[in-house]
């Protein structure tokens, strides 16, 4: 199965590339927008300052928290699929080195998958998407849910990723840094302030 939420990954990260270059050199022409859907940063009142510089950002709608670098930019898409409609959510932040992403899918209702191989999809796709390869995988359960941590490098980064299954919606984080970075504090504070609000 194709996870729809690992493809949204990839693109993100490509236009993300795409957009760096774009601002390192000049241009002489305009450039039209890759996607119809517009990046708005969250205005959750409690996306307050945190004490080390970061900010607690809260999505009531994705019922997570996690600390970040700054407020991220939103970027909704719904589609259609073969298993019906589905709607990602991706957040995104970038700062002078690394790229932190949160996003979750909600699936049709009539849609029925298996959680283990939905977690496996979302690695393995991210992996292939990226052009990178695996070096690290480990099933793991976070606060008494299934979840997926993994490592993988391409040429120049490394991305460290975990994958949630949290009921019917499958959530994943990604702190991608250059080879060579010690990003061990931003990764540490990142996956460990990733909390779900449970309902």
């Not at 939905?118 to 849910?145: Q, W």
Request: glycine share 6%.
């Amino acid at each position: 199965m194709k996870s729809m939420l690992a493809v949204s990954f990839v693109v993100a990260l490509l236009s993300l590339s795409v957009s760096a270059q774009e601002h390192s050199r000049p241009s002489s022409t305009p450039t039209t927008p890759r996607t119809t859907n517009t990046p708005r940063p969250s205005t959750s009142p409690s996306n307050l300052p945190d004490t080390g510089g970061w900010v607690r950002f809260t999505s009531p709608e994705g019922r997570f928290t996690v600390l970040m670098p700054e407020t991220p930019t939103d970027k909704q898409n719904v589609e259609q699929s073969e298993h019906g409609p589905f709607t990602t959510h991706l957040f995104i932040v970038r700062d002078t080195q690394s790229v932190y992403l949160i996003g979750w899918v909600d699936y049709d209702p009539n849609f029925n998958f298996n959680r283990s191989l939905e977690l496996e999809a979302n690695r393995d796709n991210f992996v292939k998407g990226v052009s990178a390869t695996l070096l690290t995988t480990k099933t793991l359960e976070i606060d008494g849910y299934s979840a997926l941590e993994f490592t993988c490098e391409t040429t120049d980064r490394i991305f460290k990723s975990r994958v949630y299954m949290v009921g019917r919606r499958p959530y994943q984080i990604v702190i991608g840094s250059p080879k060579g970075l010690d990003d061990s504090i931003s990764l540490n504070r990142f996956f460990g302030s990733f909390k779900i609000n449970r309902p």
